[in-house]
């Protein structure tokens, strides 16, 4: 079982920016496929940005443009850099991480972070 942390939520106004930071324990991060996912008042956590072991990335078309996900294999950490933020992105953020190898259903999940776009 992969430990993920996640750090750098709070309130932000409208078309501001904000950094999420995920910290992994583990000891071998290289074999990760990373993801943020979020969850909106009442509503069903959905993806929002995936970067594979060996750097591809993909977005959510909701995000896409806007957020830019990134990982340091060395120091064990993915980001998500969010700009011109809306409040739909009001949100609890969760960090996922998935072995290679392994099936879906058996990947990790931070406890979340929560992120308020509000004016």
């Known amino acids: 079982q992969v430990q993920l942390v996640e750090s750098g939520g709070g309130l932000v106004q409208p078309g501001g920016s904000l950094r999420l930071s995920c910290a992994a324990s583990?000891?071998?991060?290289?074999?990760?496929?990373m993801a943020w996912y979020r969850q909106g008042p009442g509503q069903e956590r959905e993806f929002v940005a995936r970067i594979t072991h060996g750097g591809t990335t993909n977005y959510a078309d909701s995000v896409r443009g806007r957020f830019t996900i990134s990982r340091d294999d060395r120091k064990k950490m993915m980001y998500l850099q969010m700009n011109n933020l809306k409040p739909e992105d009001t949100a609890v953020y969760y960090c996922?991480?998935?072995?290679?190898?392994?099936?879906?259903?058996?990947?990790?999940w931070g406890q979340g972070i929560q992120v308020t776009v509000s004016s």
């Open positions: 583990v000891r071998v991060f290289g074999i990760l496929i």
């Open positions: 996922n991480a998935k072995p290679i190898y392994a099936d879906a259903k058996d990947s990790s």
